[in-house]
């Protein structure tokens, strides 16, 4: 009897741990949800290019993914290539490491190398404009390739991107982080929902992001609209990122399906019930 206990409570309790494993990522347009499968679910997406081609990260290399082509990116004599934006037109930023680290971009299969950056690299266009911050981490910049002039951004914690309109994406300093535009010395603070934070924006001005009850985020022209990402075979809803978005729409992002916290009480009733069976068959042994 008290193996038939602990086989019902293991069948009906432990399937909500395998629940919680379900992960993945997507392309979202028109309202529609697109898996992305002809790369491993645990690859993290960067961003997409207008093209749709998405970077991804995977262990210590980088792919871009389009449909059913999947190609790696890969820097001679380079041991780790770690992706870190792409722009519009497809332009990739990385930084390749071997035994010291070099940032760099990649375009139409020519790699330019940037050994002197003014800092950390974290966002790009199409113009040469980079955004980033300082060595030291005191302060964030634009930083423009072609001509080696820098401009700090003050009052940032820390600067997301840069359009191809010159507007930089970012979340500003203090105990509260917003996010905010800024743009020829003029800033625009997002009013988003408390708990939300942009991680994306297209030369429209769209703006998407992520929030701590588990939804993604659409901002455009202040209007907001929420992603969540539903299982098509059950309906069950996932906690949704959102990494980028393109100027046709199309948005990035990713899913994990963490149990509910009913689900939760429940498996700690199950563990519980477990473990009070265990141990009466111990006392009766």
Known sequence: MLKRLASIVAMLFFPV???????????????????I?????TDTPVGIDN????????????????????????IPGEITVLPLAI???????????????????????????????????????????????????????????????????????FLVTINDQGTVLGRSAGPVRNSFTYRAGVFNTLALPTGCLATGMN??????????????????????SYLDYTAPN?????????????????????????PEPGSLLLLGAGIAALALAISLKNNLA
């Open 51 to 74: 093209a749709g081609d998405v970077l991804m990260a995977e262990n210590n290399g980088t792919i871009i993914v389009n449909g059913n082509t999947v190609a790696s990116l890969n």
């Open 37 to 41: 499968n002809n790369a491993p679910s």
């Open 17 to 35: 741990l395998a629940k919680g494993d379900s992960f993945g990522n997507f392309i979202f347009q028109n309202g529609q949800f697109s898996t």
């Open 234 to 258: 059950n309906g069950d809803k996932f906690d949704t990122s959102l990494s980028g978005i393109n100027d046709s729409g199309e948005i990035v992002g990713s899913f994990t399906n963490v």
């Open 87 to 157: 722009s519009p037109d497809g332009t990739v930023l990385g930084r390749a490491i071997n035994f010291t680290s070099t940032y760099f971009t990649q375009s139409n299969g020519t790699v330019t190398f940037y050994p002197n950056t003014p800092g950390f690299l974290t966002g790009l266009n199409d113009n040469g404009q980079f955004v980033g911050t300082s060595f030291d981490g005191q302060t964030n910049f634009i930083y423009d390739s072609k001509t080696g002039a820098i401009t700090n951004v003050p009052n940032s914690a």
């Open 203 to 224: 030369d429209n001005g769209t703006v998407v992001g992520d929030c701590s009850n588990g939804s993604g985020f659409v901002d455009q022209s202040g209007t907001i």
